[in-house]
């Protein structure tokens, strides 16, 4: 088969040492691509959103496969632009864009968990037409506030404040275009307190498999203090998920979910990210994406035996229900190291030394570039460490050590990932 992996990240740089692995893999393209994909198969210079010229790179390459990582593709119809024409034969793994807003729509998230009785929390979708309904729901709620601008904002479309009045400002500054088309609507939550976790499935529409579940980090700082960002760490599986856990999420969320994605018929072949967070052990859902998780991948993908591409075989020909998920019994950690100044303003362009070092964990390229024979930072997460081990600890302090021994100007990287488990 010839597959092309649509993204740039350390998800696809995952995604692309897997697939480059199985026997089916005949040539491997990835769209635009890092400096790590480089080394998995071919990197081609094409915009994610380029869907015109994806297409055509497709054809003239005889691509069997399009495997998408990212959301905004998804969201803007790369599939339903590849279901018909000359592409119409391409298998796609990634969703329509009418079920791609179950990432890209809280409000239509929340509208599909409410009809399908997912458990998740209270809210209200507010636009500039019931506003006084949001303040009054507000007035209504305990602190602390939860604020999501309903589209795409890149990560940054959520707020939780504490104070009634900042909420109240932050809802009209919303839907004044604070975060432009995506808050033109706003859905206010009651706040959960818990332990966040996420879940992963791989379906065909009708039936899927699980893949191994995994806990991130958000936070910038040590203790997950400071701001949001993409991703600065991750483990897999999760200590604290035991086999009530499980069975809880499986029967009250995961197989709903997919019964909802069949009944609304859903043109749906690839990932459902389940964003979720134990109350009091009862799980409920936070958010859907319609996707992998980054840097969830870089732990749920190295720990996958199976071949995954075979896996992939399967869902495009709706055979999912009989296929079977072999996983590594150890845990996998990552630690990211990312450029200094991020989340906020960074540079691009510093050397990058001592990864083609490193044996004793996988080295995954987020945000890199090679010119020449050199490497170069070319992005605010730079590179993903990821050791497998039969205790997490220890995987996460070989990936620490190893990160430790990797340098560009500025580098920075969280030491306590796993530090609540």
């Known amino acids: 088969m010839n597959i092309l992996i649509v993204g740039s990240g350390g998800r696809e740089h995952a995604l692309a040492w897997k697939i480059a692995q199985s026997d089916h893999c005949k040539n491997l393209y990835i769209a635009p691509g890092n400096a790590g994909t480089g080394l998995c198969g071919t990197n081609v210079d094409i915009d994610i959103l380029d869907i015109g010229n994806l297409r055509q790179f497709s054809l003239e390459n005889r691509v069997d496969l399009l495997v998408v990582g990212p959301e905004a593709p998804l969201v803007e119809g790369i599939t339903d632009s590849f279901r018909i024409g000359d592409t119409k034969h391409i298998n796609i793994i990634g969703p329509s864009a009418y079920a791609a807003q179950l990432e890209g729509s809280k409000a239509f998230a929340k509208k599909f968990m409410q009809k399908y009785n997912l ?20 007035e209504e709620l305990k602190p602390p506030y939860v604020l999501k601008a309903d589209g795409l904002a890149a990560g940054k479309g959520v707020l939780i404040l504490d104070d009634l009045t900042e909420a109240k400002a932050q809802l009209k500054d919303m839907l004044d275009g604070k975060f432009g088309k995506a808050s033109e609507i706003v859905v206010i939550e009651e706040f959960l307190s818990g332990i966040e976790f996420s879940v992963f499935a791989l379906t065909d529409g009708k039936s899927y498999v699980l893949l191994p579940e995994a806990k991130d980090y958000k936070r910038i700082g040590e203790g997950d203090t400071g701001l949001n960002t993409g991703g600065m760490g991750a483990i897999s599986p999760v200590p604290f998920i035991d086999d009530l856990l499980w069975k809880k999420v499986v029967q009250s969320i995961v197989e709903p979910t997919i019964k909802g994605i069949a009944a609304e018929k859903m043109d749906y072949t690839g990932f459902v990210f389940f964003g979720l967070i134990s109350v009091g052990g009862e799980p409920m859902v936070i958010e859907y994406n319609c996707r992998l998780g980054d840097p969830e991948t870089e732990v749920i993908i190295p720990r996958i035996k199976s071949d995954l591409l075979q896996l992939f075989r399967d869902a495009v020909s709706g055979n999912l229900k009989d296929a079977k998920m ?24 510093k050397l990058i030394n001592g990864s083609e070092k490193i044996k004793s964990s996988l080295i995954f390229h987020g945000g890199t570039k090679k010119t020449g024979k050199e490497i170069f930072t070319n992005g605010g997460r730079v590179l993903a460490v990821t050791t497998l081990n039969d205790d997490y600890r220890k995987a996460v302090r070989i990936s620490l050590s190893n990160a430790d021994k990797i340098h560009f100007e500025g580098k920075y990287y969280r030491h306590d990932i796993g530090f609540d488990l």
Do not use: Q
């Open 119 to 138: 458990p998740t929390a209270a809210y209200l979708e507010i636009s500039r037409d019931n506003i006084s309904s949001g303040i009054k729901f507000l």
């Open 326 to 349: 072999e996983v590594d019994s150890r845990s996998a950690s990552t630690v990211m190291m990312v450029s200094g100044g991020y989340p906020g303003d960074f540079d691009k362009g």
